[in-house]
């Protein structure tokens, strides 16, 4: 499975879009973008998933460059509950193959 | 909820003792997935099961062990337990089908405390 990148941590203002990038340069293509978030210490959670095309709902939106090489995640209006760790994680979807490998994410506090 | 069922929520144990921390998944998911997450760091994964036959194995220790039974339920067992497996323990589920891109639904964690 390809590696990501991902800033150490991001703040954003209460009601704005957060906006987290990802890095993926040695994705192929088969390999889906999947973000999940962590709200501290509890269990993660699926948020979006995509493979090439822009995908949204109701959380969240993720945008994937044409040559699939970096994705952002955005939320489009955050919210003080926002405030978790994002993890982006590139896995090859097919039965029973690739695993979930979490990196160390992006923190992200949202600022009242 | 998630509806996957972890127990115990918390464990204080000794070193060199052993625990067995046990995993419910969502109904009708066949896969089970172990993660541990040490204080600061991130989510490492340990091994995954489908449908009774281990699949994958991560970074789990050999003093860890792992079984899914007929039911589907799951067990990690830690053993001759050191200082720094003192960590949160995930298990995920999914439905593991063969069109699934692989969701996890994860439970909210055994917190492992060694002391």
Request: hydrophobic fraction near 30%; include cysteine; aromatic fraction near 10%.
């Amino acid at each position: 499975d390809a590696k990501t990148t991902q800033p150490t941590s991001m703040d954003c203002a209460e009601g704005r879009a957060a906006n987290l990038p990802c890095n993926h340069s040695t994705i192929s293509g088969n390999e889906y973008v999947y973000w999940y978030r962590q709200i501290h210490s509890q269990g993660p959670q699926y948020i979006i998933h995509g493979l090439k095309n822009n995908e949204t709902n109701e959380m969240a939106s993720l945008i994937i460059t044409e040559d699939r090489k970096s994705s952002t995640l955005i939320l489009p209006h955050a919210t003080l509950r926002d405030t978790a760790v994002y993890y982006c994680i590139v896995r090859v979807a097919r039965w029973l193959k690739g695993q979930f490998y979490f990196g160390t994410g992006t923190s992200l506090t949202v600022i009242p | 909820d998630s509806g996957v069922t972890q127990t115990p929520k918390h464990l204080i144990t000794a070193t060199g003792q052993r625990v067995t921390l046990r995993c419910s998944p969502r109904s009708g998911d066949l896969s089970v997935y172990w993660y541990q997450q040490s204080l600061d760091q991130g989510l490492q994964f340990l091994i995954h099961y489908y449908n009774g036959e281990e699949r994958a194995k991560g970074n789990i220790l050999e003093r860890f062990s792992a079984q899914q039974f007929p039911d589907l339920h799951s067990e990690l067992n830690l053993s001759s337990l050191e200082l720094g497996d003192s960590a949160l323990y995930f298990c995920a589920s999914s439905r593991g089908i063969r069109d699934n891109t692989g969701e996890l639904f994860f439970g909210e964690g055994s917190r492992l405390t060694v002391l």
